[in-house]
């Protein structure tokens, strides 16, 4: 239990510290208007995506259960990562898509370039849900240590690159800093690999369709501005 728990609790505070780049470098290099850009994005798209933290908890029970027969845990898994996906993907383009429409109405034009960050968040939560049950099912295997490694690498990631591409892109460079932190994700789908192999080609076609809408609602923002 202690073996099990050490590893599940420092790997879960090591992905929370991903929640002080905001305020340390953001707020230091944008200042406060900034980190209140960020914060917006940021909520609406784990808002949205709150699902996947209950079906990470869930999972580590349900696939506890099946952890000494390797093909049902591999169809568990699977079922669950597309079933995820296909739930959360929907919520997530809605708001990219009519984001532009209610966030001026809501919550004034001042808000706007918290739409500029949401595509790029919100695909980065996308991602986050096909790996948060892979992350479980190595807590359910013994492999927390995986785990901990990669979103040691994803806080790095997030941090270096964040520091690096804000100066030059502005507000956006926390978006791309926040795409760029999911090679991070590789250690996880190479502990997983070792255990069982999943195949992605379902996911492969969920994320062709999500990811060019969630992008699509920017466009449609730029295009508004060129034509005003």
Do not use: D, K
Request: hydrophobic letters at 55%; proline letters at 4%; one cysteine or more.
């Amino acid at each position: 239990m202690l073996s099990f728990g050490a590893g599940l609790t420092a790997a879960q505070r090591m992905w929370q510290l991903r929640t002080l780049v905001n305020p340390l470098l953001v707020g230091r290099i944008a200042g406060p208007e900034g980190v209140a850009f960020v914060a917006l994005a940021v909520r609406m798209a784990e808002g949205l995506g709150a699902i996947r933290l209950a079906a990470g908890r869930m999972a580590i029970a349900a696939l506890a259960r099946l952890q000494t027969r390797r093909e049902q845990f591999r169809l568990a898994l699977e079922r669950s990562l597309y079933l995820q996906v296909i739930t959360l993907g929907p919520l997530l383009c809605a708001a990219a898509l009519f984001g532009p429409l209610l966030v001026p109405r809501v919550l004034g034009l001042r808000w706007m370039p918290s739409l500029t960050l949401y595509p790029f968040v919100a695909a980065g939560v996308l991602v986050n849900s096909v790996y948060n049950l892979q992350a479980s099912a190595l807590f359910v295997v013994g492999r927390q240590w995986i785990v901990m490694r990669s979103y040691s690498a994803h806080v790095g990631l997030l941090a270096a690159t964040t520091f690096f591409l804000l100066p030059r892109l502005g507000i956006a460079g926390y978006g791309w800093a926040e795409v760029i932190a999911c090679a991070s994700y590789c250690a996880i789908h190479a502990g997983v690999r070792q255990y069982v192999a999943l195949s992605y080609r379902q996911l492969a076609a969920c994320m062709a369709v999500f990811m060019p809408v969630l992008f699509l609602g920017r466009l449609l923002t730029v295009l508004r501005h060129i034509i005003r």
